[in-house]
């Protein structure tokens, strides 16, 4: 009898990936299959009950050193299988980018489509402001964090003395009324600082550069070629001024001025450290995952 794989999901994902119309699991469940494991998929509240054996789960922390975690790499139909959930102990965020070995017109052309695709025709501009995306609990100051994000607030507007601030809340976070008092108080400080409600899609195109903990909205920047500070470890570190390395003072004097080759590293970063489902060579890849794992030969 063939070893299990068990696949734990949220109700509507476990319901696409048994009616065979979710292309990423398709494509997993073929490649274990084709290892000679067999594979079921429960429901994510399965979790919770006593397990053993070879579990593939979405987002959630793994269970054991036999389980593996998949989760959207910022947009589809890219995808990482990775034994950490945590973005920052992912294989990417470990290995060196070398602009060199990516050729540039190829890369151009794939960043310009998938900036259309995601952006329409928005289109890069520098108006004076700094764009603070902001993630939630921005009163703490978490294990991955170089400071709180209210810290990371206060440091930005004493670097940043020209540029007005646009400090943007997350849309699905629930923010408590202290932090909100918080938020309202830099904006009655310095006549330069607003606070919205999430319209990255407006801010992001504009903004001279993006300063954030780890939120997507930073790497989302990247198509519109913004220098970013990360105040969190993340995956997508490798070309933003990065808190951790360089310290809060020479990371955000850094950063207004950061020219990366953002082009070549967006196509290095999906297209060939993800898991990129809609192209032909996406079994290839999943198929790596899991032999790193040991769990096909």
Not at 5 to 33: C, D, W, Y
Not at 65 to 83: G, K, N
Request: aromatic share 12%; proline share 5%; net charge negative.
């Amino acid at each position: 009898m063939s070893e299990r794989v068990t696949i734990f999901l949220e109700p509507e994902m476990k319901a696409s990936a048994e009616a065979g119309q979710h292309n990423f699991l398709a494509k997993v469940e073929a490649v274990l299959r084709g290892g000679g494991l067999s594979v079921h998929y429960a429901n994510e509240a399965e979790r919770d009950e006593p397990f053993e054996g070879r579990a593939l789960v979405h987002m959630w922390p793994p269970m054991s050193a036999d389980t593996l975690v998949m989760r959207r790499v910022y947009a589809y139909p890219f995808w990482a299988i990775e034994p950490s959930d945590k973005r920052w102990e992912w294989s990417v965020a470990g290995a060196v980018f070398d602009p060199e070995g990516v050729n540039g017109s190829k890369a151009a052309r794939f960043v310009g489509n998938w900036r259309k695709r995601l952006f329409g025709v928005a289109e890069a501009r520098r108006e004076g402001y700094v764009y603070v995306p902001l993630q939630g609990r921005i009163s703490e100051r978490r294990s991955f964090q170089a400071a709180s994000p209210l810290e990371m607030i206060e440091a930005l507007l004493e670097a940043e003395s020209k540029r007005s601030v646009v400090i943007g809340l997350h849309p699905k976070e629930n923010y408590a009324a202290s932090d909100i008092d918080a938020l309202e108080k830099f904006e009655h400080r310095f006549e330069r600082v607003s606070v919205v409600m999430g319209q990255m899609e407006q801010y992001l195109p504009g903004c001279d550069y993006v300063v954030s903990q780890n939120s997507g909205a930073a790497f989302f920047g990247y198509f519109f070629e913004k220098p970013v500070a990360l105040f969190g470890k993340i995956d997508f570190h490798h070309i933003a001024a990065n808190v951790h390395e360089l310290g809060v003072e020479e990371a955000l004097a850094r950063v207004p001025d950061m020219t990366p080759d953002f082009e070549r590293y967006l196509w290095w970063f999906w297209q060939e450290k993800s898991i990129n489902a809609g192209r032909d060579e996406a079994e290839e890849q999943i198929a790596v995952r899991f032999k790193l794992a040991g769990w096909i030969a």
